[in-house]
């Protein structure tokens, strides 16, 4: 079992940043695959980023390609992402995820977080 806990969340202007971040837990979650998805009011989840075990592959959607960064501290079992130039589209519950499968992590992760709510105001 692999357990996230997501922080960060908040209130910003466009053009803002944020930064969020995922405390992992669990024997295997440095053998896990580490993602985030959205969800804003009235759509589906969608998927956003994700990075490999090792840190050494990163994926992004092409929405927020170029504006928000993943990345991953094994020594600490933590994941971020950092969110720049924000735009009011941005504004979602985004999810933590984790998988074993650098695939999966970005279609069905097998773990997910509570959520933390980010929104952009313009």
């Known amino acids: 079992q692999v357990q996230l806990v997501e922080s960060g969340g908040g209130l910003v202007q466009a053009g803002g940043s944020l930064r969020l971040s995922c405390a992992a837990s669990g024997r295997t979650v440095r053998n896990c695959a580490m993602g985030w998805f959205r969800q804003a009011p009235g759509k589906e989840r969608e998927f956003v980023s994700a990075?490999?075990?090792?840190?050494?592959?990163?994926y992004y959607a092409d929405s927020v390609k170029g504006r928000f960064t993943v990345s991953r501290d094994n020594a600490k079992n933590m994941v971020y992402l950092q969110m720049n130039s924000l735009k009011p589209e941005d504004t979602a519950v985004y999810y933590c995820?984790?998988?074993?499968?650098?695939?999966?992590?970005?279609?069905?992760?097998?773990?997910w977080g509570q959520g933390t709510q980010v929104t952009v105001s313009s």
């Open positions: 990075i490999s075990a090792s840190g050494g592959n990163s």
């Open positions: 995820a984790a998988d074993i499968s650098n695939y999966e992590i970005r279609t069905s992760p097998d773990y």
